[in-house]
């Protein structure tokens, strides 16, 4: 079956970069996009990007870009979100997301979801 | 980017009761329409798909439609397991938004 197994919870100060890994199994981790989503405390989901776990290709929001990357180990089926320069306001749940297709773009497999405090 | 606008913001019913939510883009996105079901704690659920398309294991009293900038999910009949929030998303320009949510009560 497939599954989306998120590295544990972090708190971090701010300015310092935070890496949550998402590994897959039980599909070929090639053939699909992989998205990361996050969740405020309280809040409602926000999409941070999307990378092709074929070619490494990468669209990020435009709020965030310069401050995320993502990427992919095709050896160990994971892919990686690094956000740097941490704000309060990036405390939130971390969550990757499979795309189900390219054509439709949604989100049929969640992770369990990384919570992230940033914190002085 | 495209908004994506959810309404209500919350909504209170009852078990039994048949209930819709809808959603508005900021521009038209086609049939590029998803939703998604959340429960405390838990990670999103998929529930239909292309606006209209069930996902697999998802009960048919979920249903969805719409086109352009307009689009609507419908339970048929709550069930208690149904009380959470909703969320759309849209999937028409390559810098996908999601709605604010709509908290489904009791």
């Known amino acids: 079956q497939v599954q989306l197994v998120q590295s544990g919870a972090e708190v971090k100060k701010p300015g310092a970069s935070v890496k949550v890994s998402c590994k897959a199994s039980g599909y070929t981790f090639t053939s699909y996009g992989i998205n990361w989503v996050r969740q405020a405390p309280g809040q409602g989901l926000e999409w941070m990007g999307w990378?092709?776990?074929?070619?490494?290709?990468?669209n990020y929001a435009q709020k965030l870009q310069g401050r995320v990357t993502m990427t992919t180990d095709t050896s160990t089926s994971t892919a990686y979100m690094e956000l740097r320069s941490l704000r309060s306001d990036d405390t939130a749940v971390y969550y990757c997301?499979?795309?189900?297709?390219?054509?439709?773009?949604?989100?049929?497999?969640w992770g369990q979801g990384t919570p992230v405090t940033v914190s002085s | 980017d495209i908004q994506m606008t959810q309404s209500p913001s919350s909504l209170s019913a009852s078990v039994g009761d048949r209930v819709t939510i809808t959603c508005r883009a900021s521009q038209s996105i086609n049939y590029y329409l998803n939703w998604y079901e959340q429960k405390p704690g838990k990670a999103p659920k998929l529930l239909i798909y292309a606006a209209s398309s069930l996902q697999g294991g998802v009960p048919s009293r979920f249903s969805g439609s719409g086109s352009g900038t307009d689009f609507t999910l419908t339970i048929s009949s709550l069930q208690p397991d149904d009380f959470a929030t909703y969320y759309c998303q849209q999937s028409h320009s390559s810098s996908y938004t999601f709605g604010q949510g709509t908290k489904l009560e009791i």
């Open positions: 990378i092709s776990a074929y070619n490494g290709n990468t």
């Open positions: 997301a499979r795309d189900r297709s390219v054509a439709t773009g949604d989100f049929d497999y």
